[in-house]
């Protein structure tokens, strides 16, 4: 990771103390961030998001379908802080996102382009489990998707396709999904 610089004593310290730096800081959020919690959206990286979240509960209140949970009190540092469990509620990705601008904190940010580089979680699809791959019509997931057709549809052949680039990961298609276990499942991502 060391970068070209003018080749001084000064440069090389600079740049082995920001490895060091860097390392210190990746070992630490292994230690504080034993779990990781699906987060509202415009969330910082675990780490920033545990030290600028005040807890105050202001994202929580305002979520209009109610995804927004509060972490229990045996959450460690994470305790009080707001996160999402799409198997209750998933979040609906509100083009306003007022969880965010309700933050008091750069804890949640409202990005720019709502629907790029948000990202919530990875959808993954499992044709074993999806109906459509055994010849049955169905594309609940692709209809309830609050985002539209940019990030899942149907191909040709009745089959859903996932569109990494569009899909923001927030689990409505998840919870829609007619197959037990659903067909689609959420995994972290990292911010």
Known sequence: MINQGDGSRRDLFRHAVGDWFDNLLAKAEERVVVREYYRPPGALSEVGFLAACTRCGDCIGICPVR??????????????TPYIDPSYQPCVVCPDMPCAAACPTDALNVPANLWLGLRLGALELDPRRCITFEGTECGVCARSCPVGPTAIGMDDAGHPVIRVEGCVGCGVCVKACVTHPSSLTLSH???
């Not at 995804?67 to 994470?78: E, H, M, N, R």
């Open 67 to 80: 995804a927004i949970l509060k972490v229990p009190t045996d959450g460690g540092f994470a305790a009080g």
């Open 189 to 191: 991502v990292e911010r």
